[in-house]
């Protein structure tokens, strides 16, 4: 094949790919950037009003997208980080973990779950100033409020290695997720 042909199918199948469109949602790189640098230092041990300020240069969107789709910009879970930290999460909430399982994957469950607590704590920093369109700030300060207990027990019992206590606490944890997204996503 000639070289003009190879660069003829290279261009086609790029336009291919931009035409049809990636399934992945863009979130702005530079808020991305800082809000994992944020959840990097809150993970480290600093407190969420000493890195407060940084608030203007990340976003709700950013923030959250590190626990979505790691092909949208998440940190992944697992060894492979291939599917998101709210998936695995979502699972636990609806099928709960065998002993043995637990035994395997308390490791990567407690960092998941360290991780979903930075962001949310995080994110209680943008709760809406005013009742917009029927979005109650109260909804946010309440889920938030949640979030934050849920994810104490839940790495309290991935800590006592309690799947029944796990299971329990990540029902709680989806439920929290959920009654925030129900309103404001
Ligand atoms: C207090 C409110 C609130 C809580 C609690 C909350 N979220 Fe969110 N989340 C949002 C909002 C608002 C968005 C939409 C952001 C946007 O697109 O601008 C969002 C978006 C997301 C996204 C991006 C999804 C997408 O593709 O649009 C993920 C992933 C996510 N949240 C995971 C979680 C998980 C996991 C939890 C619980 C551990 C959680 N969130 C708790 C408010 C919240």
Request: aromatic share 4%.
């Amino acid at each position: 094949m000639s070289r003009l042909r190879l660069l003829c199918l290279a261009l086609l199948a790029g336009s291919i790919v931009l035409l049809t469109g990636s399934p992945i949602r863009a979130v702005d790189k530079d808020e991305l950037k800082v809000g994992k640098e944020i959840v990097d230092k809150l993970l480290g041990g600093a407190e969420v009003k000493t890195v407060a300020d940084l608030k203007k240069k990340t976003s709700v969107d950013a923030i959250m997208t590190i626990l979505g789709s790691p092909k949208a910009g998440g940190v992944g879970y697992g060894p492979k980080a291939d599917i998101s930290i709210e998936k695995r999460l979502q699972d636990l909430a609806k099928k709960g973990i065998s002993a043995a399982d637990l035994a395997k994957e308390s490791g990567e469950l407690t960092k998941a779950v360290q991780f979903a607590r930075a962001v949310t704590e995080y994110n209680e920093l943008y709760t809406p100033e005013k009742k917009v369109a029927g979005k109650d700030p109260k909804v946010w300060t309440k889920s938030s409020e949640d979030t934050r207990k849920a994810s104490a027990d839940l790495l309290e019992a991935l800590k006592g290695k309690d799947e029944k206590k796990v299971h329990a606490a990540a029902k709680s944890l989806d439920a929290a997720c959920n009654a925030c997204h129900t309103v404001f996503k």
